[in-house]
Nanobody, 123 residues
Framework: VQVVESGGGLVQPGGSLRLSCAASGFTFNSVCMGWVRQAPGKEREAVARIYTGGSSAEYADSVKGRFTIFIDHVMGTLDLQMNSLEPEDTGTYYC??????????????????WGQGTQVTVS
């Protein structure tokens, strides 16, 4: 299983970024996937998750209304559109996935496969 993120960078407050996650080694259309971030000096925080087989997404309160998680069926990626970025959004963003049946939670423990992370800096 391989999970690879891309799309991080430096952006000014109020700006936007789009992260992408390419995953392979499992059935992409029936897996729980999400984005987990870690700010400097803080614990990891799951910010969004979705079941690729078809269900509504779930977001952390800290990003609700600003971030959107979705599947790009053309590119075959899991994306995170981040708008109205704030300095508090700075951190390393990890794409994560899990094939565990019946479990798709907005929590770090719910995921078993992880990417290396991509840095997002809002300043």
């Amino acid at each position: 299983v391989q999970v690879v993120e891309s799309g991080g960078g430096l952006v000014q407050p109020g700006g936007s970024l789009r992260l992408s996650c390419a995953a392979s080694g499992f059935t992409f259309n029936s897996v729980c996937m999400g984005w987990v971030r870690q700010a400097p000096g803080k614990e990891r925080e799951a910010v969004a998750r979705i079941y690729t087989g078809g269900s509504s997404a779930e977001y952390a309160d800290s990003v609700k209304g600003r971030f959107t998680i979705f599947i790009d069926h053309v590119m075959g990626t899991l994306d995170l559109q981040m708008n109205s970025l704030e300095p508090e959004d700075t951190g390393t963003y990890y794409c994560a996935a899990s094939e565990r049946s019946g479990i798709c939670a907005l929590a770090e423990w719910a995921f078993t496969y992880w990417g290396q992370g991509t840095q997002v800096t809002v300043s």
